[in-house]
Each structure stands twice: as C-alpha cells, then as structure tokens.
C-alpha cells in the first residue's frame, strides 16, 4: 500500500497539517516521499514555502499527462507536485469528461519520476483533499489505495464523521473496490479539556479498528509554522506536536507493515 489520501469534509481539522508533517517525519526517516496537493486552497504548497501559478502546478500536470516537470523538492527525499487556485475551476472542466472519476488516478499512472513510474520510485504518495466531498474529493478517493481521516478533538469535527466514512464506502463499491480506510488521526488534543477526552473517546468507542493510538495536541507553534513555509517539525523539532508526529509515522509504518503481510 503506497498511495494515501488526507479527507475530511470539515475545514479547519488539521489535514493538511497531518499531511505535510507525517509526509516530513517520513523523509528524515530516509523515505521516499511525494505529496500531492490536490486542493484549489493550495495550503500544503504555501505551508512548505512553496507558491506556484497554473502554470507551475497540477492544473497543468493534468493537461500535459505527466506531472514530473513540476515537482518541488523542499526536502531530502520530499517531493511536492503543488496546486494553484486555478484548480477551481477543474469542477466544471469534468463535466462532460468520459470516465472523469479516473482523471489523478491516470495521472499518477503514466507520470514518471528520474525513468521510473511513480510507484516504483517514491515509498509513499501523500494526496492533500480539500474540505469538501466534490468531484476533485471523488478523484482523490478512487486514485488512493488507502484513506487517512485526521478529526479535530470537537464535537461538530465528530457529528459529521459518519457521513464521511459512508461516501468511502460508496466510493469502494462504485470505483475502487481496493479502497481501504486506513486510519484516523485525533488533532488538536487538550488534554486539560474535557471535551477533547469525550471525542477522542467516542471516536475510538465507534471507530476502534483505524484509530491511531497517537495524539496530535493542540499547539501555538502547530498554527505558526506554515506562516514561516516549515512544517512543525523542522520549525520547532522539540514541540510536543513534533514529537507526536514522529511517533505517528513510526505508528503508520507499522501498520503499513501489518496490511501488507
């Protein structure tokens, strides 16, 4: 399993947070990573310091067939294919389109990297979504092989969780029947809050099989580093939230691990 999506249809839950900071914990463990940024918002490219126009960015990867040219490379072993505003308008452009549900999944298929397909030469590919269930969302579900749900410790990020995790399941069953629903990462975790101890509780009570038994707490420094183009993680290693990011990816790698055998 190599290809993962971020969703949430919730804003503001720390997915794309997740992404860049799981996808940067990988890369100082000498992974190979690629991050997609198929969000019009285009955070995870700003939050690496990285700002493109259409003509830089996965828009155009789409219209070429092949997204190589437009890799950043902000890290060792951390490549980023950014987005661009211009995404926006791929909603209507799919309309018409024959088999449009398939658009990123071919994309990835016939990019290559360095001669090699993508597949074969990143260990992961990391897909950032945007806070909706649209077209593009549609896209990103039938392209990835597994999903990572991150949910902001409050009761609103909870109520809706159902809804997400019953359009997985109809994406499974009409497009990717190798959907897998991989994990879900609890964010923003006070544990001086009574609220955030209630949901991170109800999530594991109805969710217990996918639930990371890593904590991503709340932290100031979380909020300021994409202001300075870093993920967490570099902008203040020793940040309880970096800490907890790095215990994520040595979580995540073992359960890719344990789905593989």
Same mark, same amino acid.
């Given at each position: 399993?190599?290809?993962?999506?971020?969703?949430?249809?919730?804003?503001?839950?720390?997915?794309?947070?997740?992404?860049?900071?799981?996808?940067?914990?990988?890369?100082?463990?000498?992974?190979?990573?690629?991050?997609?940024?198929?969000?019009?918002?285009?955070?995870?490219?700003?939050?690496?310091?990285?700002?493109?126009?259409?003509?830089?960015?996965?828009?155009?990867?789409?219209?070429?067939?092949?997204?190589?040219?437009?890799?950043?490379?902000?890290?060792?072993?951390?490549?980023?294919?950014? *987005?661009?505003?211009?995404?926006?308008?791929?909603?209507?452009?799919?309309?018409?389109?024959?088999?449009?549900?398939?658009?990123?999944?071919?994309?990835?298929?016939?990019?290559?990297?360095?001669?090699?397909?993508?597949?074969?030469?990143?260990?992961?590919?990391?897909?950032?979504?945007?806070?909706?269930? *649209?077209?593009?969302?549609?896209?990103?579900?039938?392209?990835?092989?597994?999903?990572?749900?991150?949910?902001?410790?409050?009761?609103?990020?909870?109520?809706?969780?159902?809804?997400?995790?019953?359009?997985?399941?109809?994406?499974?069953?009409?497009?990717?029947?190798?959907?897998?629903?991989?994990?879900?990462?609890?964010?923003?975790?006070?544990?001086?809050?009574?609220?955030?101890?209630?949901?991170?509780?109800?999530?594991?009570?109805?969710?217990?099989?996918?639930?990371?038994?890593?904590?991503?707490?709340?932290?100031?420094?979380?909020?300021?580093?994409?202001?300075?183009?870093?993920?967490?993680?570099?902008?203040?290693?020793?940040?309880?939230?970096?800490?907890?990011?790095?215990?994520?990816?040595?979580?995540?790698?073992?359960?890719?691990?344990?789905? *593989?055998?």
């Amino acid at each position: 399993m190599k290809i993962f999506a971020f969703i949430n249809q919730k804003g503001g839950v720390g997915k794309t947070t997740v992404a860049i900071n799981l996808a940067r914990a990988l890369s100082l463990k000498n992974y190979k990573i690629l991050l997609i940024d198929f969000d019009p918002q285009a955070n995870a490219g700003s939050g690496l310091g990285i700002r493109v126009n259409k003509e830089e960015s996965i828009y155009q990867a789409l219209i070429e067939g092949n997204c190589e040219r437009f890799f950043k490379n902000p890290y060792p072993n951390f490549y980023v294919l950014p *987005s661009s505003i211009d995404l926006v308008g791929l909603e209507v452009e799919l309309v018409d389109l024959p088999e449009r549900e398939y658009l990123l999944k071919k994309l990835i298929e016939k990019s290559t990297f360095n001669g090699f397909p993508l597949k074969n030469f990143f260990d992961f590919i990391f897909i950032d979504s945007p806070p909706s269930l *649209s077209l593009i969302t549609v896209n990103i579900l039938t392209a990835c092989e597994g999903v990572i749900i991150p949910l902001q410790c409050e009761y609103y990020a909870l109520e809706g969780l159902s809804l997400l995790v019953r359009t997985i399941r109809g994406i499974k069953k009409s497009f990717n029947p190798d959907l897998v629903l991989f994990g879900l990462v609890l964010t923003m975790y006070d544990k001086r809050n009574r609220l955030s101890y209630e949901v991170a509780e109800e999530a594991k009570n109805h969710f217990k099989w996918i639930v990371f038994n890593t904590l991503i707490p709340r932290s100031v420094r979380v909020s300021e580093a994409p202001s300075f183009g870093k993920p967490v993680i570099d902008y203040e290693p020793q940040n309880k939230a970096s800490l907890s990011f790095i215990e994520l990816a040595e979580e995540f790698l073992e359960r890719v691990k344990n789905y *593989s055998k």
